[in-house]
Nanobody, 121 residues
Framework: QVQLVESGGGLVQPGGSLRLSCAAS????????MGWYRQAPGKQRELVAF???????NYKDSGKGRFTISRDNAENTVYLQMNSLKPEDTAIYYC???????????????WGQGTQVTVSS
């Protein structure tokens, strides 16, 4: 099994910045794409950004120019740097990882427990 633990959420004023981290641990054979999703109250979970094992990135329009996703493959960690935060960025942020727990295990999408981000004055 692969466990994902997010950190770095909190309360920030509009225009401020936060850096989220998500570390994978446990039985890890290989991690492929890693990403960040978010879910605001009363809304569906939506993609924020993802990054492949090779470093290619993709962003939802709402985060382009403000958010930067990166990863440290040696540490099995993915980051989300969020700048110029807006109240509409308020949500629970979840990381995920497409990974195999062993050479014979199927690829599976693992999820973290989420970290709250609140943008408010």
């Amino acid at each position: 099994q692969v466990q994902l633990v997010e950190s770095g959420g909190g309360l920030v004023q509009p225009g401020g910045s936060l850096r989220l981290s998500c570390a994978a641990s446990g039985s890890i054979f290989s991690i492929y794409t890693m990403g960040w999703y978010r879910q605001a109250p009363g809304k569906q979970r939506e993609l924020v950004a993802f990054i492949t094992s090779g470093g290619s990135t993709n962003y939802k329009d709402s985060g382009k120019g403000r958010f930067t996703i990166s990863r440290d493959n040696a540490e099995n960690t993915v980051y989300l740097q969020m700048n110029s935060l807006k109240p509409e960025d308020t949500a629970i942020y979840y990381c995920n990882a497409d990974a195999k727990a062993s050479v014979v295990a199927p690829q599976y999408r693992y999820w973290g427990q989420g970290t709250q981000v609140t943008v408010s004055s």
